[in-house]
């Protein structure tokens, strides 16, 4: 199963998730693409006007579900699989809580990392795994 990780590519908190994200898919489960981009439209997935709605949309292929927020995280950490599924724990806590943590870091992710004022030169890890 492959799955789309669709990322705010002008956030440098960001793109480093998405560096880190690139060397720890040993299975080789994730594709990356900018949330700014074509295929992020074509598959009707765009950035609302509040910067701590989609910071990150994971897409699962196999059926075309997107998952946002803290949603979004937890699928992540399913497709990576083994050690980083032992996360979906945190299915426990109440979503509204994950939610809040996620929108409380989406909302100050610019102000704590900077917003990038033009495109990096991404890793070979990352550039692989580009859709």
Request: net charge positive.
């Amino acid at each position: 199963m492959k799955w789309i990780v669709f990322f705010d590519g002008e956030c440098a908190f960001c793109s480093g998730s998405i560096r880190l994200l690139a060397r720890l898919d040993w299975h080789d489960r994730v594709r990356l693409s900018p949330l700014q981009g074509e295929l992020a439209k074509s598959k009707g997935i765009t950035m609302h006007e509040d910067p701590a709605d989609d910071t990150m949309v994971v897409f699962r292929e196999s059926d075309g579900k997107a998952f946002h927020h803290s949603s979004g995280w937890l699928e992540l950490m399913r497709a990576l699989g083994f050690p980083f599924n032992l996360a979906l724990v945190l299915a426990i806590v109440p979503k509204r809580w994950l939610d809040a943590l996620y929108r409380w870091i989406a909302r100050n992710r610019y102000h704590w990392f900077g917003k990038a004022d033009h495109c990096s030169l991404p890793e070979q890890a990352v550039v692989r795994r580009l859709v």
